[in-house]
């Protein structure tokens, strides 16, 4: 299964890429994480990217290309992805295209997540993601057992550094100008999926897998 999730900042794309990719068996390829592992390790990669991330901007696509095609060589990757984040221009999803074609496959489906922005800024507000693990969490929605201790390895949550009031309207700008044109770009291509995001994660989650199984479809 080669899936793409779509959507705008803080629509829970990475809370569902998690449960699909246990579900599937798929790995989990999120741009927006592998860029702050490197911004935390001080690569090269980090180094650039960190300028970009700090301001709400896309960090540029050659960047984001050359992540995304060593990404796909990694073996686990046969069985299929879910991408989270990726892509978010159409440069990108062309960039995507032709890496697939050049590996004989194709995206099966590309899910959008459809959430106000109202709503989107209450998650920011309550997000908070484990410093080591990267589990995410909301201190109303999926609060973890132990106030401000990650459930899976037991490390101290923090407020991710782009979750800033400023930051994130920026982001929402970005997405619509940059991003929400791959809406219609994959609605053409007959992938595009949409989803009501705004119901609790479980209900989202159980809603996927049945469009995915072609229940609903
Ligand atoms: P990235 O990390 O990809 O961030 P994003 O796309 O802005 O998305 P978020 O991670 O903020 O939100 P999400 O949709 O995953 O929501 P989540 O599940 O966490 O990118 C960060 C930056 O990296 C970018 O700004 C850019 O600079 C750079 N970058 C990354 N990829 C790039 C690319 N391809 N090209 C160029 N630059 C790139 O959920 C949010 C909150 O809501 C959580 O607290 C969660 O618990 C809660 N929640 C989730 N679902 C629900 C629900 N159904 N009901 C209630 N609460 C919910």
Redesign the pocket.
């Known amino acids: 299964m080669n899936l793409v999730l779509l ?10 890429a998690k449960k699909l990719s246990d579900y599937y068996g798929i790995p989990h390829i ?4 592998i ?2 592992t490197a911004v935390s390790e001080g690569t090269a990669l980090g180094l650039k ?1 960190k300028e ?2 700090e301001k ?4 540029p ?1 050659d960047l ?1 290309m050359g992540i995304i095609g060593e990404r796909l060589e990694k073996p686990d990757c046969r069985k299929g992805f879910v991408m ?6 159409i440069n ?1 999803a062309e960039g995507l295209k032709k890496l697939l074609d050049e590996k004989n496959t194709k995206l099966d489906a590309v899910v959008y ?1 459809d959430v106000p922005k109202g709503e989107l800024i209450e ?2 507000t ?3 993601v484990c410093g080591r693990c990267g589990a ?3 201190v109303r ?2 609060p973890p057992s132990r106030e401000n201790t990650c459930d899976k390895c037991g490390s101290e949550l923090i407020i991710r550094a ?1 979750d800033k009031k400023e930051t994130v309207e920026k ?1 929402i700008s ?2 619509e100008d940059e991003t929400k044109p791959l809406i219609q770009y994959y609605e053409k291509e007959g992938l595009l999926i949409s989803i009501d ?5 479980d209900e ?1 989650f159980e809603e996927l897998i049945s469009l995915l199984r072609g229940e609903k479809r």
């Open positions: 959507g705008p900042p803080g629509a829970g794309k990475g809370t569902q999120s741009t927006g994480d860029l702050r990217a970009y991330m709400g901007l896309l960090v696509d984001i989270d984040g990726f892509p978010r221009t990108q997540f998650r920011f309550g997000r908070r995410t969490y909301h929605y999926n782009d982001r970005v997405y995001g705004t119901k609790p994660i989202v």
